[in-house]
């Protein structure tokens, strides 16, 4: 893929590579954003039984411990990555929420 990637930009002067990885990241990141708001929304509606929250809680906290200690510094709205399976937003107000991939 990353070769794929590299052909068909090298037409592009290094200006426009630079604006065109800045528009994927941006147009990556916002898609992370709105499939994680619709799979809170999912696990907010599963969450009226109970059960299943106690389970991705339960998940999350096995996949934490597995986290090595790393400072980051997280701007609100910015989702960042801490492994395969969490990632990690700063809202924007303030407070810090855990996300797991799920299929």
């Known amino acids: 893929m990353s070769r794929i990637f590299r052909e068909n930009i090298r037409g592009l002067s290094a200006e426009y590579q630079r604006i065109l990885l800045d528009d994927l990241v941006t147009a990556f990141q916002n898609r992370v954003n709105v499939l994680m708001r619709v799979q809170m929304k999912r696990l907010n509606e599963s969450a ?56």
């Open 48 to 103: 009226k039984s109970g059960s299943d929250v106690e389970a991705r809680i339960s998940r999350v906290r096995e996949l934490m411990i597995r986290l090595k200690p790393t400072k980051l510094r997280l701007k609100k709205g910015v989702l960042v990555r801490l492994d395969e399976e969490l990632f990690v937003k700063k809202n924007k107000d303030g407070k810090i929420v855990v996300y797991e991939v799920a299929e």
